[in-house]
C-alpha cells in the first residue's frame, strides 16, 4: 500500500526557518499525479512516520489534493504533523468537527491563504498560524499595517526566496518563514563575475587543507596535526562519524582511529560534509540544511546500482553544490582550491555531464511546483516511486545527523 501512494505522488520539501534562523520543522508538499485520484491518507501518514515519527521532529503537511487532504483530517495523524488547511475548507462548516478533534489530539493547523468569508467562531482558536504567501503579502513595502487588516494570530510567510526576503519577512512580524532563502542577488552576481567573493575563515581553511591532505594520502601524523589547529571542528567531525547516520557498530575515539577506521576515501566524504556546514553565519542555516540532503539524496538516488565510487561523488557533489552561495564565488573559482572527481568538476561548474541530471532533480524537489519535478524524473529515467523513496530516506537520515 505504501508502494502504491509514493507511485502516485510527487513529493518536496522546504524548511521552516524561525527568527533566530534555526530550522523548526520541515515543509512537506504532496502534489497528486493524477488530479482528482483516490490516494489512501493512512498510507501518506504511514510514509511521513519513517521519517518523522511520533514524539520526534515535526512536519508540516501542505497537501495539494483536496480529496487527500479532507480524509487527513480524519485520519488522527500524530501530534508532531502539522496540517496546512486552505482557508476556503477553514471555513467550511462540513470541516469544524474534524478541525477541533486535531486541535485537541495537539497537532498544530495553519491556515493557508486569506479567508473570503468569516470563519466558524470556534474555529480560528484551532489555528496557530497563518500562511501568507510573500506575493500576497500586503504589509509589502508598507510601513503601517493597511486599513482593514487585522491579524489575531500569527503568521508564517511562505514563498521566501532570499535573506533580504526573510529579513523583511521578520522586520513585518512574521514568526517563521517558509522556503528557501538563498537566491540572493550578490551570488548569482558573483558566479557570473567570478569574483573571488568571501575572505575565507581560519576554521573553512582548515577544512580546506585537510581535504587536499586527505586526497593525497598524507600521513595520519600531518593530518592530525592540521585538525588540532581547531578542536572544535575535531569534535564536530567525531559527531559526525558516530552518529547513526553513519553507521557503524564500534564508536570512533580519535581521528587516527578513523582513518584506521575508514580509510581516505571515505574520511574525504565526512570533510565535505564538514566544509558544508560549517558557516558560522545565522543567515546560512537553510544553505547548510539543503546541502547535507541533497548530498543524502543523491547517493541514494544511485545507491540500488551499487557502485560505490559514483555513490560517493555524488554525495560530494550534493553536499557541495551550495558553496558558490556560502563563500559568495563561483565553482569555477572555488574548485581550483578543492579537489573533486571529474564528473563533480563538470556538474557544479560547468553543468554538465552524467550528475547534471542529478542536480536538476535535487533543485527541483527544493520547489513549489509539480513540473520541474516531472522534468527531472524524466531526466534520470526514474520513476516517482523511486524518487520519493529516496527523498524520504535522505530526510530520515540527514535528521540523524542534528
Same mark, same amino acid.
Given at each position: 500500500? +505504501?508502494?502504491?501512494?509514493?507511485?502516485? $505522488?510527487?513529493? +518536496?520539501?522546504?524548511?521552516?526557518?524561525?527568527?533566530?534562523?534555526?530550522?523548526?520543522?520541515?515543509? /512537506?508538499?504532496?502534489?497528486?499525479?493524477?488530479?482528482?485520484?483516490?490516494?489512501?491518507?493512512?498510507?501518506?501518514?504511514?510514509?511521513?512516520? =519513517?521519517?518523522?515519527? &511520533?514524539?520526534?521532529?515535526? $512536519? *508540516?503537511?501542505?497537501? /495539494?489534493?483536496?480529496?487527500? !487532504?479532507?480524509? /487527513?483530517?480524519?485520519?488522527?495523524?500524530?501530534?508532531?504533523?502539522?496540517?496546512?488547511?486552505?482557508?476556503?475548507? %477553514?471555513?467550511?462548516?462540513?470541516?469544524?468537527?474534524?478541525?477541533?478533534? !486535531?486541535?485537541?489530539?495537539?497537532?498544530?493547523?495553519?491556515?493557508?491563504?486569506?479567508?473570503?468569508?468569516? @470563519?466558524?467562531?470556534?474555529? @480560528?482558536?484551532?489555528?496557530?498560524? +497563518?500562511?501568507?504567501?510573500?506575493?500576497?503579502?500586503?504589509?509589502?513595502?508598507?510601513?503601517?499595517?493597511?486599513?482593514?487588516?487585522?491579524? =489575531?494570530?500569527?503568521?508564517? &510567510? *511562505?514563498?521566501?526566496?532570499?535573506?533580504?526576503?526573510?529579513?523583511?519577512?521578520?522586520?513585518?512580524?512574521?514568526?517563521?518563514?517558509?522556503?528557501?532563502?538563498?537566491?540572493?542577488?550578490?551570488?548569482?552576481?558573483?558566479?557570473?563575475?567570478?569574483?573571488?567573493?568571501? =575572505?575565507?575563515? =581560519?576554521?573553512?581553511?582548515?577544512?580546506?587543507?585537510?581535504?587536499?591532505?586527505?586526497?593525497?594520502?598524507?600521513?595520519?601524523?600531518?593530518?592530525?596535526?592540521?585538525?588540532?589547529?581547531?578542536?572544535?571542528?575535531?569534535?564536530?567531525?567525531?559527531? #559526525?562519524?558516530?552518529?547513526?547516520?553513519?553507521? /557503524?557498530?564500534?564508536?570512533?575515539?580519535?581521528?587516527?582511529?578513523?582513518?584506521?577506521?575508514?580509510? #581516505?576515501?571515505? @574520511?574525504?566524504?565526512?570533510?565535505?560534509?564538514?566544509?558544508?556546514?560549517?558557516?558560522?553565519?545565522?543567515?546560512?542555516?537553510?544553505?547548510?540544511?539543503?546541502?547535507?540532503?541533497?548530498?543524502?539524496?543523491?547517493?541514494?538516488?544511485?545507491?540500488?546500482?551499487?557502485?560505490?565510487?559514483?555513490?560517493?561523488? !555524488?554525495?560530494?557533489?550534493?553536499?557541495?553544490?551550495?558553496?558558490?552561495?556560502?563563500?559568495?564565488?563561483?565553482?569555477?573559482?572555488?574548485?581550483?582550491?578543492?579537489?573533486?572527481?571529474?564528473?563533480?568538476? &563538470?556538474?557544479? %561548474?560547468?553543468?554538465?555531464?552524467? #550528475?547534471?541530471? #542529478?542536480?536538476?532533480?535535487?533543485?527541483?524537489?527544493?520547489?513549489?511546483?509539480?513540473?520541474?519535478?516531472?522534468?527531472?524524473?524524466?531526466?534520470?529515467?526514474?520513476?516517482?516511486?523511486?524518487?520519493?523513496?529516496?527523498?524520504? &530516506?535522505?530526510?530520515?537520515?540527514?535528521?540523524?545527523?542534528?
Amino acid at each position: 500500500m +505504501s508502494d502504491s501512494i509514493l507511485s502516485q $505522488v510527487a513529493l +518536496s520539501y522546504s524548511p521552516m526557518v524561525d527568527r533566530l534562523r534555526a530550522v523548526t520543522a520541515t515543509r /512537506l508538499t504532496v502534489f497528486p499525479l493524477v488530479p482528482g485520484a483516490p490516494l489512501d491518507a493512512g498510507a501518506l501518514l504511514a510514509e511521513i512516520a =519513517t521519517v518523522w515519527p &511520533q514524539g520526534g521532529a515535526q $512536519v *508540516s503537511l501542505n497537501v /495539494l489534493s483536496e480529496n487527500l !487532504l479532507q480524509d /487527513l483530517l480524519v485520519a488522527a495523524p500524530s501530534s508532531n504533523v502539522m496540517i496546512e488547511i486552505p482557508a476556503f475548507m %477553514a471555513a467550511d462548516e462540513n470541516h469544524t468537527e474534524a478541525i477541533k478533534v !486535531l486541535h485537541a489530539s495537539g497537532n498544530t493547523l495553519l491556515i493557508k491563504g486569506r479567508p473570503l468569508r468569516e @470563519l466558524p467562531r470556534e474555529v @480560528l482558536p484551532c489555528f496557530r498560524h +497563518s500562511i501568507i504567501a510573500l506575493a500576497d503579502d500586503r504589509r509589502v513595502g508598507e510601513s503601517d499595517l493597511p486599513s482593514g487588516v487585522k491579524r =489575531t494570530i500569527g503568521y508564517v &510567510q *511562505s514563498g521566501v526566496r532570499t535573506i533580504a526576503d526573510m529579513e523583511g519577512s521578520f522586520a513585518r512580524g512574521a514568526t517563521a518563514v517558509l522556503g528557501w532563502p538563498m537566491d540572493d542577488v550578490f551570488a548569482q552576481e558573483a558566479a557570473k563575475s567570478g569574483d573571488k567573493g568571501k =575572505t575565507v575563515g =581560519t576554521d573553512l581553511q582548515v577544512i580546506v587543507e585537510l581535504i587536499h591532505r586527505v586526497d593525497q594520502h598524507e600521513p595520519i601524523e600531518k593530518l592530525e596535526a592540521t585538525l588540532r589547529r581547531d578542536p572544535t571542528l575535531a569534535f564536530k567531525l567525531m559527531r #559526525y562519524i558516530n552518529s547513526p547516520a553513519f553507521g /557503524l557498530s564500534v564508536e570512533i575515539s580519535s581521528f587516527r582511529h578513523a582513518i584506521m577506521m575508514l580509510g #581516505y576515501n571515505r @574520511l574525504k566524504r565526512w570533510l565535505a560534509l564538514l566544509l558544508a556546514t560549517a558557516s558560522k553565519d545565522a543567515n546560512l542555516k537553510p544553505v547548510m540544511f539543503a546541502a547535507v540532503r541533497r548530498g543524502m539524496l543523491m547517493e541514494e538516488l544511485v545507491r540500488p546500482l551499487g557502485d560505490d565510487e559514483m555513490k560517493g561523488e !555524488l554525495f560530494i557533489c550534493g553536499v557541495f553544490s551550495l558553496l558558490d552561495r556560502m563563500f559568495h564565488q563561483s565553482f569555477a573559482e572555488l574548485l581550483k582550491t578543492l579537489p573533486v572527481p571529474e564528473r563533480v568538476y &563538470q556538474a557544479l %561548474a560547468e553543468n554538465s555531464g552524467p #550528475y547534471q541530471p #542529478y542536480c536538476a532533480l535535487v533543485k527541483a524537489v527544493e520547489g513549489d511546483e509539480l513540473e520541474p519535478i516531472r522534468q527531472a524524473c524524466d531526466g534520470l529515467l526514474s520513476g516517482p516511486k523511486e524518487i520519493n523513496r529516496a527523498l524520504l &530516506q535522505a530526510l530520515a537520515t540527514a535528521a540523524q545527523l542534528e
